[in-house]
């Protein structure tokens, strides 16, 4: 019993040195989305947001029904970021809102092999007319 | 909670790492005064460890045994690892290549761990042979092993935990630089039912995963002829000495 508690002290000791040396510990970075609220409670969507996405998908996909609360699409609006010439940048790179915690917890995402990972943008419309080809390689699916 | 299962844990860990230590010490220690290899046994050195391999990895004495312990058992320890280098994802960071590649296997795996422990305590409960050489702690051991595995498929399947909060819960643990634990129900009761078997393994039945390597009957050379066996508590006696 005294060895044990020996042992445990030793652990702890050198941890409240150690604790204010360390810069903490990693974390993705989270970006705030541009809305004020997310679409649901931010505790819920951290767990459950995969579920709402599969459900949304079946209902649109299967039942035909399309409804706004769940959409990919209104995600990716939301929480896309820009670089610094003001290009959207692919909400899958790495850092960004999706990839960030994804690759922190290594879980695969299969949302983007269909879908776009960058908002529909309305102002690009001038731009995309002048390259298509650039307009073309970012093809737009619709949720 | 998240002070409870702080301390907790890092209690956990040293009296597995230490009890484990011991136990293998222990192990280590105690005389083989016979040359006891279960025959046909290897006749050099790297026929042992072959043989010692073939028991780690396939369990083979078991296969010859008993066709459907060693069906479920080898299920279930087989998941048992696909889960446990599942788990490494959260312990790790950045999170190791193969872990990432394992990861999603390790999903199903759960559902093995699930079969193959019911039907070892199946076993257990309904073969009169066995239910009759079967201990409290036999029953139990199988119990927590279940409710680890079931509480984690309800955390994949029914209701998640903020895994991202878990593992820096987690990484806190390990770099002395504490986090708050998410404080899920079925994530509480999964870690408390985790850190209730590391307390247990270096006291229990569990032991048979370092003793397997002490086993005199399989880790010995079958050269009795070529070689007399001297323990050296003998050749001390034989010497004249005490």
């Keep these: ?143 | 909670m998240t002070a409870l299962f702080t301390i907790l844990f890092y209690a956990a860990t040293a009296i597995l790492a230490v009890g484990l230590a011991f136990k293998v010490v222990q192990y280590a220690r105690t005389p083989a005064p016979l040359k006891i290899p279960t025959t046909p046994a290897p006749v050099t050195t790297g026929g042992v460890v072959l043989r010692m391999a073939r028991e780690v990895i396939l369990f083979e004495s078991l296969f010859k045994s008993n066709k459907w312990i060693w069906l479920f058992g080898y299920m279930f320890h087989g998941a048992l690892l696909l889960a446990m280098m599942r788990h490494l994802r959260y312990f790790t960071h950045p999170v190791w290549e193969w872990v990432a590649l394992v990861q999603p296997f390790g999903m199903y795996a759960g559902f093995a761990m699930l079969a193959g422990l019911g039907a070892l305590w199946f076993r257990r409960i309904f073969v009169q042979r066995i239910r009759y050489i079967s201990g409290p702690s036999d029953h139990l051991m199988l119990i927590l092993l279940l409710g680890i595995t079931g509480s984690g498929l309800a955390m994949t399947y029914v209701a998640r935990t903020d895994i991202v909060a878990l593992k820096q819960f987690m990484l806190g643990l390990i770099r002395f630089d504490w986090q708050p634990m998410p404080s899920d129900p079925i994530l509480m009761a999964h870690l408390g039912m985790v850190i209730a078997l590391m307390i247990i393994f270096p006291f229990s039945k569990l032991l048979h995963a370092p003793g397997l390597f002490f086993s005199p009957t399989r880790n010995q050379v079958d050269n009795a002829r070529e070689k007399r066996h001297l323990a050296p508590w003998a050749a001390k006696l034989e010497a004249g000495g005490e």
């Design chain 1, 1 to 143: 019993m005294r060895i044990l508690v020996f042992i445990l002290a030793m652990m702890f000791l050198p941890s409240l040195a150690a604790a204010q040396e360390t810069g903490g510990v990693p974390s993705p970075s989270i970006t705030k989305g541009k809305g004020e609220q997310c679409v649901a409670d931010t505790d819920y969507m951290r767990r459950y947001h995969m579920k709402e996405l599969s459900h949304q998908r079946d209902e649109t996909m299967h039942e035909g029904v399309r409804t706004k609360q769940f959409s990919l699409k209104e995600c990716i609006a939301c929480h896309a970021t820009t670089d610094d010439s003001g290009q959207p940048v692919p909400i899958n790179a790495p850092g960004e809102f999706c990839a960030s915690c994804h690759e922190y917890t290594a879980v695969k995402v299969d949302c983007f092999q269909c879908h776009a990972t960058k908002p529909e943008q309305k102002k690009q419309a001038q731009a995309s007319a002048l390259f298509p080809m650039t307009a073309l390689a970012e093809p737009e699916v619709s949720q």
